[in-house]
């Protein structure tokens, strides 16, 4: 079955970095445009970053451009998300998910059916 387990995230001070990672198993990782979304306190769910199956392409929702990078590396099966200049409206819940069906990436959220538990990402000083 699909599994994706997000780590790393944790406590930062503003303008900090942390780097988010998920394993997926239980599909063929490779073929799929992947991305990381978030939940912020008393918010919906937002789409931050995606990145397309080979990982020669990236998209990145305009709050976090220029300061989020996602990265992949299929040989691990494995997605990742480095957060530099936090600040402290990037706290949230930050999950990772695979989209319903394989090729481009796609922004809805609707879009995704398996989605990790989530790991927290606090800023504040």
């Known amino acids: 079955q699909v599994q994706l387990v997000e780590s790393g995230g944790g406590l930062a001070q503003p303008g900090g970095s942390l780097r988010l990672s998920c394993a997926a198993s239980?599909?063929?990782?490779?073929?799929?445009?992947m991305s990381w979304a978030r939940q912020a306190p008393g918010k919906g769910l937002e789409w931050v970053a995606g990145?397309?199956?080979?990982?020669?392409?990236?998209y990145y929702a305009d709050s976090v451009m220029g300061r989020f990078t996602i990265s992949r590396d299929n040989a691990k099966n494995t997605l990742y998300l480095q957060l530099n200049s936090l600040k402290p409206e990037d706290t949230a819940l930050y999950y990772c998910?695979?989209?319903?069906?394989?090729?481009?990436?796609?922004?809805?959220?609707?879009?995704?059916?398996?989605w990790g538990q989530g790991t927290q990402v606090t800023v504040s000083s």
């Open positions: 990145i397309v199956s080979d990982g020669t392409n990236t």
């Open positions: 998910a695979k989209p319903k069906k394989a090729g481009k990436v796609v922004t809805s959220i609707h879009e995704y059916d398996y």
């Open positions: 239980g599909f063929t990782f490779s073929s799929y445009g």
